[in-house]
């Protein structure tokens, strides 16, 4: 790369690690996304730092924790005082964009952007009391819809949302669907790229987020029969924290009832999801299509990832859910780089790590207050990489460590906990945490030890909602996510 290099990230939303072909899915089908794999860096073990989708994307963009950047939960705001990726790469000269989702609520950050399209389409949504959802004042996307001919309906209103858990395939030409809008705009923006400074592109798709609204051939893609299984396991939800157990049980869920579900009412649902990651893999290949197109695919950085994963399904819970097993934590990461050699990594890494990576990548000093690892040294095979002995995730009170062999998920000022052999049960489900108290030792130990390193500190429970665990007669204050 003789000149710096351009920046073309892309984002999903809810996208877990093992619903790709490259990563191992027999039945998906994502040739884009799997090409983009073979030319690029993938990291087999990566993890996001918060299970939903601000705090995480927040430490996407800043290259901190969550503690840090002041965003704990959805629904709340980046701290004025953090600077973002954009902001960063703007004062070094670069063009900078968003096109899709970015769920950064920052005014540092919307300054920071030259150019902004299809942003939060969601935006004019207003929750009915009966949890429906009506739109007011039509945005980009829906003003596009129409001028199609169709009238947009968002999968949240249909009267059948919450029955068939979130899997309502759209009526719409593929054409109109949201993420085919982002994914042509981007199309659009790159057509108009003409020499000039290089750009920093954020692409964020907004699915496969829930509703799972497939369209067009991509609805009729996957049968429900030939989805591969749930991870689940008798006593399963028994042996978690009654957290767990009052979730599924929540009457302000989002999909109230999903604990009485039909086992074939998930595999339309995982199938429906199936369908929009492939839909969006369709457009990630025009992207990149474009990109050559234009003659930039050699001068540009590509970075494919998520925000989090998805239970889809597993430990009988749809969607996602403020628990910090893998399913939400771990998701793809892969980095095309100019003259770097294809190469698949295992060692641990985190989504703060993109930040300083970023940076070295186009030139730029990595600040101390930065709390990721440049992981340039893993991109081109130099030995200078220290490896991590654990990862850190955080759900409001709740923390997690994970080594590549143990998971501790602590809960402040409760007798209980989760304690996992990764190793041996990838899945999580068999909670050690009162059958191994010593490891829990261990665990606990590395634990606080962490919570040193990355200045963290016990802090108060955003609870949203409280409830009584059948099984054990405790009441439970917990966190409601959407």
């Known amino acids: ?241 009654p957290e767990y157990r009052v979730y599924r049980q929540c009457p302000g869920h989002k999909f109230h009832g999903f604990d009485r579900a039909a086992d074939r009412t998930y595999r339309e649902m995982k199938a429906a999801y199936y369908g929009m990651v492939s839909q969006i893999d369709w457009q990630v290949g025009e992207v990149l299509s474009r990109l050559e197109e234009i003659g930039q695919a050699e001068n540009t950085i590509v970075v494919f990832t998520s925000d989090h994963g998805e239970f889809l399904g597993d430990h009988e819970i749809p969607a996602k859910a403020p628990f910090l097993l893998d399913c939400m934590l771990h998701v793809p990461f892969m980095i095309r780089v100019p003259g770097a050699a294809p190469a698949s990594r295992d060692s641990l890494a985190e989504s703060v790590d993109l930040a300083p990576t970023l940076r070295a990548l186009a030139g730029l000093d990595s600040p101390s207050w930065l709390q990721g690892r440049d992981l340039c040294p893993l991109l081109h095979g130099t030995p200078e990489y220290a490896e991590r002995e654990a990862i850190y995730a955080e759900m409001v009170d709740k923390r997690c460590v994970r080594t590549r062999e143990w998971k501790y998920i602590h809960y402040p000022n409760k007798a209980y906990g989760e304690l996992y052999c990764v190793a041996e049960d990838p899945h999580e489900l068999n909670n050690l945490y009162h059958e191994a108290p010593d490891q829990v030792a261990r665990m606990r130990q590395l634990y606080w030890q962490v919570m040193d390193e990355t200045e963290d500190f016990a802090h108060p429970s955003y609870a949203r909602f409280s409830g009584k665990d059948a099984a054990t007669g405790q009441t439970v204050e917990h966190y409601l996510t959407w």
């Open 1 to 241: 790369m003789a000149m710096r290099p351009n920046i073309l990230l892309i984002t999903a939303d809810h996208l877990r690690y093992d619903t790709l072909g490259c990563n191992g899915d027999r039945v998906i089908r994502t040739p884009g996304i799997d090409s983009l794999a073979r030319s690029s860096v993938r990291f087999e073990n990566y993890f996001v730092q918060n299970p939903v989708c601000q705090p995480s994307r927040a430490s996407l963009m800043t290259g901190r924790y969550p503690r840090h950047h002041g965003v704990r939960h959805n629904g709340s705001r980046l701290d004025s005082n953090e600077e973002t990726l954009m902001e960063t790469f703007k004062r070094a000269g670069y063009a900078t964009a968003c096109i899709g989702k970015h769920h950064i609520t920052q005014e540092r950050f919307s300054q920071a952007l030259d150019f902004c399209a299809a942003g939060h389409c969601r935006r004019n949504w207003t929750e009915r009391p009966d949890g429906r959802y009506i739109v007011e004042n039509p945005n980009e996307f829906e003003t596009y819809v129409r001028s199609r001919g169709f009238e947009y309906k968002t999968g949240f209103a249909l009267p059948d949302f919450r029955a068939r858990l979130g899997a309502v395939p759209s009526d719409l030409p593929e054409d109109c669907h949201i993420d085919a809008y982002v994914g042509m705009k981007a199309q659009e923006y790159l057509r108009r790229r003409s020499g000039g400074a290089p750009f920093f592109l954020w692409l964020g798709f907004y699915g496969p987020h829930h509703p799972y609204v497939p369209s067009g051939r991509f609805a009729r893609m996957y049968d429900p029969d030939a989805i591969p299984p749930f991870h689940r396991a008798p006593g399963d939800l028994a042996k978690k924290p």
